[in-house]
């Protein structure tokens, strides 16, 4: 069985930064792409970035040059830091990785969400 559990989500300022975490746990083989996305209140769930196994990433442009996504293999661990929030950024946002067990093909899991909340 595998998991996913996020961290460093809270309320922010407008301008200010979080960083966000995401470790995978359980019987992992291989993790391909990792990634977060984010859903407001009324609105569906938009994707953010995402990362692959060898580093290379892609970041939506509402949020390029705020927000960079990493990713530690050695600790299954994706991060996303986000600077200059904006009001707009509120949401809830999910972890997602691709993962292939030792038992099952590669399959889509989700975090439970992590809320960021950006307001004076």
């Known amino acids: 069985q595998v998991q996913l559990v996020e961290s460093g989500g809270g309320l922010v300022q407008p301008g200010g930064s979080l960083r966000l975490s995401c470790a995978a746990s359980g019987s992992i083989f291989t993790i391909n792409f990792m990634g977060w996305y984010r859903q407001a209140p009324g609105k569906q769930r938009e994707l953010v970035a995402v990362?692959?196994?060898?580093?290379?990433?892609s970041i939506v442009d509402s949020v390029k040059g705020r927000f960079t996504i990493s990713r530690d293999n050695a600790k299954n661990t994706v991060y996303l830091q986000m600077n200059s929030l904006k009001p707009e950024d509120t949401a809830v946002y999910y972890c997602n990785a691709n993962i292939r067990s030792y038992t099952t093909k590669s399959t889509d899991y989700w975090g439970q969400g992590t809320q960021v909340t950006v307001s004076s």
């Open positions: 990362i692959t196994s060898g580093g290379s990433a």
